[in-house]
């Protein structure tokens, strides 16, 4: 009830400003986000390491940033890669490559630093090679532990809810001079 006395304060322009404040803090993320896509040549810019299956290279947490894969992948190539029917990609390295036809139809196959095998095991069954098109982009560069914000969150999204309402209460009830 305290929380929502500044609301009821506010006269109606005020209220409607304060909400366009707000919107365009959400409008301003989404043109960072589309920046960074168009500036990295990939659809996902910046991405997350969700397990320990690329230790030592990357630890959980990390946060990777991605280039396009326009030029030619090699092996040793850490990427992104997406499998049909998984929701979440999969950063691993480049173990094979395997080219059918003189250097047409590439076949990728990967595997995690930390793992004992190759990831064939994550594929879709019957699936034994990844294509360029799985492909989200390659890591370029990391900020350690920065994602561990990103993980929590999704733990426990209870957490992700009730910040993003009180920032958004925050900035509705904010008064500017």
Request: glycine share 8%.
């Amino acid at each position: 009830k305290a929380i929502l006395q500044p609301i009821k304060q506010m006269g109606a322009r005020q209220l409607i400003q304060q909400i366009i404040n707000f919107a365009s803090i959400v409008c301003a993320a989404l043109m960072i986000w589309k920046t960074l896509m168009l500036l990295t040549g990939s659809e996902s810019p910046i991405v997350v390491v969700l397990s320990g299956s690329m230790e030592p290279s990357f630890k959980r947490g990390d946060l990777l940033f991605l280039t396009d894969t326009k030029a030619p992948l090699e092996v040793g190539d850490i990427v992104v890669f997406k499998i049909e029917h998984r929701e979440i990609p999969i950063v691993h390295r480049l173990l094979r490559i395997h080219a059918k036809n003189k250097n047409k139809d590439l076949q990728l196959l990967t595997k995690g630093d930390n793992n004992p095998v190759d990831d064939r095991g994550l594929y879709v069954p019957g699936q034994l090679w990844l294509r360029p098109s799985h492909v989200l982009g390659r890591v370029k560069g990391y900020l350690p532990i920065v994602g561990m914000a990103t993980i929590i969150m999704n733990d426990y999204p209870i957490l992700k809810y009730g910040i993003i309402g009180i920032l958004g209460i925050l900035v509705i009830i904010n008064k500017e001079n």
